[in-house]
């Protein structure tokens, strides 16, 4: 959330700069009648296209993210695969979608409910068709005698780490099932929160100097003419 957090406040900054900053200084440049550089006539130009067009690049915006809600639904199953094959954060939407799932079925399973039906209730939680119906298909497998390791083993194996096969199949084995989800859930926790923190160190340095070069970039473009003018006087 913090990074995203960052990210809409420089957008907002540099929205602002080039719609009611940079429109401002132009009227002045324009009673001066100077020749401006190529590095300010690219912010006016900038800065007008995006005054001249708002109404149309917001109901562009709009459009965008209605398609994009309007495709994830009718292609939810392809979309929901993508999500936790990603590089780098398909393991993070992939291990947050488990660290649910693991915690509501060892709630599930303490509060005395029987395996199948746990699992039913828990799938819930994962919110990702594609794991889903493997969860769906995992649960038939239990239902039709299988061990829980047995039918991760056989259906699950693509989405569920190693760790999470050795603990259940030690849980099982010991009679404590329910203490092995509750340390996957833990450990899955843990895992989530250690790359957001790194995640977060590494995006906030990023997105500072990217948007300070911007920012420095519209006012040095904006100065420029001024510093001209003075060096010929």
Do not use: C
């Given at each position: 959330?913090?990074?995203?957090?960052?990210?809409?406040?420089?957008?907002?900054?540099?929205?602002?700069?080039?719609?009611?900053?940079?429109?401002?200084?132009?009227?002045?440049?324009?009673?001066?009648?100077?020749?401006?550089?190529?590095?300010?006539?690219?912010?006016?130009?900038?800065?007008?296209?995006?005054?001249?067009?708002?109404?149309?690049?917001?109901?562009?915006?709009?459009?965008?993210?209605?398609?994009?809600?309007?495709?994830?639904?009718?292609?939810?199953?392809?979309?929901?695969?993508?999500?936790?094959?990603?590089?780098?954060?398909?393991?993070?939407?992939?291990?947050?979608?488990?660290?649910?799932?693991?915690?509501?079925?060892?709630?599930?399973?303490?509060?005395?409910?029987?395996?199948?039906?746990?699992?039913?209730?828990a799938k819930a939680t994962l919110?990702?068709?594609?794991?889903?119906?493997?969860?769906?298909?995992?649960?038939?497998?239990?239902?039709?005698?299988?061990?829980?390791?047995?039918?991760?083993?056989?259906?699950?194996?693509?989405?569920?780490?190693?760790?999470?096969?050795?603990?259940?199949?030690?849980?099982?084995?010991?009679?404590?099932?329910?203490?092995?989800?509750?340390?996957?859930?833990?450990?899955?926790?843990?895992?989530?929160?250690?790359?957001?923190?790194?995640?977060?160190?590494?995006?906030?340095?990023?997105?500072?100097?990217?948007?300070?070069?911007?920012?420095?970039?519209?006012?040095?473009?904006?100065?420029?003419?001024?510093?001209?003018?003075?060096?010929?006087?």
């Amino acid at each position: 959330l913090y990074p995203m957090v960052i990210l809409f406040v420089s957008f907002a900054v540099i929205a602002f700069m080039i719609s009611v900053v940079v429109p401002k200084i132009v009227k002045i440049y324009l009673t001066m009648k100077v020749q401006l550089p190529l590095s300010t006539r690219a912010v006016i130009w900038l800065s007008n296209s995006f005054v001249e067009h708002k109404v149309f690049f917001a109901v562009l915006l709009i459009v965008i993210f209605w398609l994009m809600y309007v495709l994830r639904a009718k292609y939810r199953n392809i979309y929901d695969l993508v999500k936790v094959k990603l590089p780098i954060f398909g393991t993070v939407f992939l291990k947050s979608s488990l660290q649910r799932f693991f915690e509501t079925l060892f709630i599930l399973l303490h509060s005395g409910i029987p395996l199948v039906q746990s699992l039913d209730i828990a799938k819930a939680t994962l919110d990702n068709k594609y794991l889903e119906v493997i969860v769906s298909d995992i649960k038939d497998k239990v239902e039709e005698g299988s061990s829980l390791y047995d039918s991760i083993r056989n259906s699950g194996k693509e989405i569920f780490p190693n760790i999470s096969l050795q603990l259940i199949k030690a849980g099982e084995n010991s009679g404590n099932l329910e203490q092995s989800l509750q340390k996957l859930s833990d450990i899955f926790e843990e895992e989530i929160e250690n790359f957001s923190k790194y995640l977060t160190s590494i995006l906030e340095p990023i997105t500072i100097v990217l948007v300070g070069t911007i920012i420095g970039f519209i006012v040095f473009s904006l100065l420029l003419p001024i510093a001209q003018i003075s060096t010929l006087r």
